[in-house]
């Protein structure tokens, strides 16, 4: 399958790096994560496009034949300009749809208020990794189930910190007084491409230029050391955080459509 969305060319290349299996079945794709098995969009059926109402009920099938442990239903569809109304089908069937926002840069700036009170630098020892669990776990949903979610976060920490260090990126923190307050990574995701992950404030930091200083110091990193011609990164176009990511000098150029359907407890 010839994926031409740039968010899920580089999702699926980060999955690759972090040892997700990932299956060309010709008409869609299988993406599997034995090593963290809660990891919603580590274990997802990518299609082509948006299908027939008609062909909902087969891919759904689908999903459950590739996963059949799973509690969980997570469906992806290529294509850069889809809309949430062509997967009616799939929230008639009580599956949540997503439409989020692709982004790109060339270059970036600094935010219009950079914080210079926090230290922003790269995750190295084992209390930064450990911080970085306790970061994820802080800005989660509160309907989600606190031990699943931290057993996912453990994992996909472990994950990321495998990767970096293998040398394929970093990934950075604003700490204050040694707390990390926020955090992201970059990683290189095909041939001079770099894309963010996880872009995550402590709720009770946000709106003090953390994050945006942030994106700003980690996208000189993806330029001067992965040799990056562009930075990627995927928003919710309807949350707030996306102003940040303009702030520094991304824009939209595609558009990504998911459905998912979230176990009764878990991430």
Excluded at 122 to 150: H, K, N, Y
């Amino acid at each position: 399958m010839d994926v031409t969305s740039l968010g899920y060319r580089t999702d699926l290349a980060l999955l690759a790096l972090g040892g997700s299996v990932i299956e060309d079945r010709g008409d869609h794709v299988v993406v599997r994560s034995p090593h963290n098995p809660g990891h919603w969009w580590g274990n997802f059926l990518l299609l082509p496009d948006p299908p027939a109402a008609e062909h909902t009920d087969r891919w759904l099938a689908r999903f459950a034949d590739e996963f059949p442990d799973a509690d969980h239903i997570a469906l992806g569809f290529d294509g850069v300009d889809g809309t949430p109304d062509a997967l009616a089908a799939f929230v008639s069937r009580g599956l949540c749809v997503e439409r989020q926002a692709v982004m790109t840069a060339s270059s970036v700036h600094e935010p219009p208020r950079p914080n210079q009170a926090a230290e922003y630098r790269t995750l190295a020892s084992d209390t930064d990794w450990e911080q970085l669990v306790e970061l994820r776990i802080s800005c989660i949903d509160e309907g989600l189930d606190s031990q699943t979610f931290r057993e996912f976060a453990v994992a996909k920490v472990a994950t990321v910190r495998r990767i970096v260090e293998r040398g394929h990126g970093a990934w950075f923190g604003a700490f204050e007084e040694g707390r990390l307050v926020s955090g992201m990574g970059l990683f290189r995701a095909g041939v001079g491409i770099a894309r963010f992950q996880s872009v995550e404030t402590l709720p009770e930091a946000r709106g003090r230029g953390l994050a945006g200083t942030l994106v700003h110091h980690a996208g000189e990193y993806g330029f001067s050391r992965l040799g990056a011609r562009k930075l990627v990164m995927v928003a919710d176009p309807d949350y707030v955080a996306i102003r940040v990511y303009r702030s520094v000098g991304f824009t939209e150029t595609e558009t990504q459509l998911q459905a998912e359907k979230p176990p009764t407890t878990g991430t």
